[in-house]
Nanobody, 121 residues
Framework: QVQLVESGGGLVQAGASLRLSCAASGHTSTTNAISWFRQAPGKDREFVAAIHWSSGSTFYADFLKDRSTISTDNAKNTFYLQMNSLKSEDTAVYYC??????????????WGQGTQVTVSS
């Protein structure tokens, strides 16, 4: 089992930065990555960024790749998503997920409860 707890969301103005955190506990042989997804009201959940636990490889969705960084603090078992130059269209609930290194929702077994990010224009 893997437990994930997100934090760091909030209400910010356009152009601001936020750092989301995902505290992870537990590990299984079927998970090798942590990813961030987001879901805006009325829209499907979509991939944002992924990091492979052991290799450190990362991958980003096009809409955020120049404005975000996914990282990990292995000593704290905590993963981060730094987002800069936020736009109103970044408003969504952001979820961290643990599973196989992939951009597909179905490859992720474990999910956090989500943290709301609201960007005002």
């Amino acid at each position: 089992q893997v437990q994930l707890v997100e934090s760091g969301g909030g209400l910010v103005q356009a152009g601001a930065s936020l750092r989301l955190s995902c505290a992870a506990s537990g590990h299984t042989s079927t998970t090798n990555a942590i990813s961030w997804f987001r879901q805006a009201p009325g829209k499907d959940r979509e991939f944002v960024a992924a990091i492979h636990w052991s290799s450190g490889s990362t991958f980003y969705a096009d809409f955020l790749k120049d404005r975000s960084t996914i990282s990990t603090d292995n000593a704290k078992n905590t993963f981060y998503l730094q987002m800069n130059s936020l736009k109103s269209e970044d408003t969504a609930v952001y979820y961290c997920a643990s599973g196989r290194y992939s951009i597909r929702l179905r490859d992720y077994e474990y999910w956090g409860q989500g943290t709301q990010v609201t960007v005002s224009s």
